[in-house]
């Protein structure tokens, strides 16, 4: 089997194990099924950005330089909640974007990966954001009614909460043992006194499973940097966006847009 297209980031569902979908042209592939198989994913040299256009290179963040410099998507908000200014009707780069983005309900979370770590999100993508990141579990935190708010409520528990994943000690599962819950009673705790009304009621621990025939110990990065560059391997499983093999981990979301050919045998 030969597809070919650009690369997007794994669709996930959740359930008792984590099921994955890769979209590359006009077909649709089931992840799990493939697990002991051999995959091959081979790079043409080209991109496509979010814009649409086949660029030679891309910028940051898969973007090209002119979207990645105009563009609302590639705004520094997106990093950086908390600096947003929707609420408060100013413009980044496209105001009506922003407000669609920035002006509806966002969650504060915690999330156990190799440590616990606070993070933000719209409501509408949990759970995808905890299992594109990989977390062993996840728990809401806070429901506020703005991007800015959470944000503001990221930054104050940061002195206390990792706000990054260490993706090599997730993908070998080593995890804290900390208590998750018991983190989020701590958080309630460090809250500033104004933050402290959006506090999630009934807040409960998510678990998640992720498809993984062989645990690895060594983590090795492959990547496609140069035209005809290619990893391959038996697929050993999924987790967060990365594709396992015997020879190495491929980070399929930071190859967003990488114009490809893949081959399962």
């Known amino acids: ?13 959740y359930g008792e194990e984590i099921r994955y979908t890769l979209r590359l042209g006009d077909d649709l592939l089931f992840m799990n099924a493939l697990l002991g198989r051999n995959i091959e994913i081979s ?13 030679s290179e891309v910028y940051r963040q ?14 520094p908000t997106i990093m950086k909640p908390e600096l ?39 409501n509408t993508q949990m759970p995808f954001r905890w299992m594109d990141q990989g977390a062993k579990s996840a728990a809401i935190l806070l429901e506020v ?42 958080a309630k705790s460090l809250l500033p006194e104004h933050l402290k009304q959006f506090i999630f009621k009934d807040s409960v621990e998510w ?16 990547n496609l940097k140069a035209p005809d560059d290619r990893v391959q391997g038996e697929l050993w499983g999924i987790r967060g966006q990365y594709i396992i093999t015997e020879n ?18």
């Not at 898969?62 to 705004?75: L, W, Y």
């Open 84 to 122: 947003s200014q929707a609420h408060l009707g100013i413009e980044e780069r496209d105001l009506e974007f922003e407000k669609r983005l920035q002006l509806q309900p966002h969650y504060v979370y915690l999330a156990k990966t190799d440590r616990i770590k606070v993070g933000v999100t719209r």
């Open 248 to 265: 190495g981990v491929f980070n399929v979301r930071s190859h967003s847009g990488f114009m490809v050919k893949m081959k399962v045998t």
């Open 207 to 222: 678990y998640f499973n992720y498809p993984i025939k062989h645990q690895i110990k060594k983590v090795k990065s492959m």
């Open 43 to 55: 790079f043409n040299g080209n991109h496509t950005c979010f814009c649409g256009h086949l660029v």
């Open 1 to 13: 089997m030969q597809l070919e297209g650009p690369l997007r980031k794994m669709s996930t569902y």
């Open 145 to 186: 009614p703005n991007r800015y708010i959470a944000g503001e409520a990221e930054v104050a528990l940061k002195n206390h909460f990792v706000d990054k994943t260490s993706w090599q000690a997730m993908l070998k599962d080593d995890s804290t043992d900390e208590d998750l819950m018991e983190s989020i009673e701590t």
């Open 62 to 75: 898969n973007f090209c330089r002119e979207c990645f410099f105009t563009k609302p998507e590639a705004s």
